[in-house]
DNA sequence: AGCGGTCAAGTTGAT
DNA sequence: ATCAACTTGACCGCT
């Protein structure tokens, strides 16, 4: 019986492995000189992480790793322009993103994005669409440059009412670029999108939807966990991405607990391998592995 | 070395 | 009104 594939987020708790980024307020002090150089190095010692988090993945049995999105930083900041072309280790840094999306690919770790909070395509402010659509641009770029598949967000805010709100998400993802359509999935979230809200989107342009079980617990609709699972698995054209987490405190708190429960992880799930699993917990590498255990 | 204040950006609901 | 939550604390400046 084929596994389910479990991915890890961004981040680890007990192996030293990290990822940099920036603050503008610190690299506006820079010369430009130096300004030039904290972005190669950083940038270096991003695709060196990576690097050894894709080792500890692979021998560990964890199929997926979700990529922080300030892996390039500061990339989309207004007020900052760069070209990994024009920085003084390019060659090395083209060579180390390379090496990174062949071990990937030949290990069969698959790569994902999950672009942060700011990115709202439902917002009625054409400054937030305009900035939104950037960082998206600027997720797909990243996405090239590694081999992702998967570039999740969320709808975003109601506004006092989510028909329009949709019909605003759907003018504006009509318009973007064809290589982030390809790559962009939206996900259920814990307060405003049930899935069945989410399904029509997908009838209408075909978007994947990323299940998430938590969240669906949270802010629930009329169909049920099973329901939702098997209709959120056939709106994918390729292997789908579910999420799970456990609520911290055992009351429907929104914080991620540190671990994974048994019993927070729906059963029909071990019959729907291929399937990727985000695992979402504090504990981050350790809540991976524990889970897998307990699963399998 | 350790600690506290701060960080580009959106939106919501709890307090 | 403030603040935590969200995929995630990390980073800088001060002591």
């Not at 570039?151 to 506004?159: L, M, R, T």
């Amino acid at each position: 019986m084929k596994r389910i594939r479990f991915g890890l987020c961004c981040l680890f708790i007990s192996e030293p492995i990290k990822f940099k980024t920036i603050r503008y307020s610190y690299f506006s002090k820079l010369s430009k000189q130096e300004q030039i150089e904290k972005i190669d190095k950083t940038i270096l010692w991003n695709l060196d992480s990576l690097e050894k988090a894709l080792l500890f993945c692979r021998n560990n049995g964890i199929g997926c790793f979700r990529i922080t999105s300030t892996f390039l930083p500061l990339f989309t900041h207004p007020k900052i322009k760069y070209d990994i072309k024009d920085l003084p280790h390019y060659k090395e840094i083209k060579t180390k993103f390379s090496k990174n999306k062949i071990f990937s690919k030949s290990n069969n770790i698959r790569l994902t994005l999950h672009p942060d909070q700011f990115t709202v395509l439902s917002s009625p402010k054409p400054e937030v669409i305009k900035n939104s659509i950037n960082n998206l641009m600027y997720h797909a770029y990243l996405s090239n440059l590694l081999d992702v598949d998967v570039i999740n967000i969320h709808i975003g805010g109601a506004y006092g009412e989510k028909k329009s709100a949709i019909k605003r998400f759907e003018k504006n993802f009509r318009i973007l670029p064809s290589d982030i359509k390809d790559k962009l999935t939206i996900e259920n979230d814990d307060i405003i999108y049930t899935p069945s809200d989410l399904l029509p989107l997908f009838q209408k342009y075909n978007i994947p939807l990323v299940y998430d079980v938590h969240h669906h617990r949270c802010n629930p609709d009329e169909m049920s966990i099973n329901e939702a699972s098997v209709k959120a698995y056939r709106t994918w054209n390729r292997e789908p991405v579910f999420h799970i987490s456990s609520a911290k405190n055992d009351s429907l708190q929104k914080s991620h607990s540190d671990y994974i429960k048994t019993e927070d992880f729906p059963t029909i799930w071990k019959k729907m391998a291929p399937l990727t699993v985000e695992v979402e917990a504090k504990s981050k590498e350790l809540a991976v592995l524990d889970l897998i255990k307990k699963i399998y």
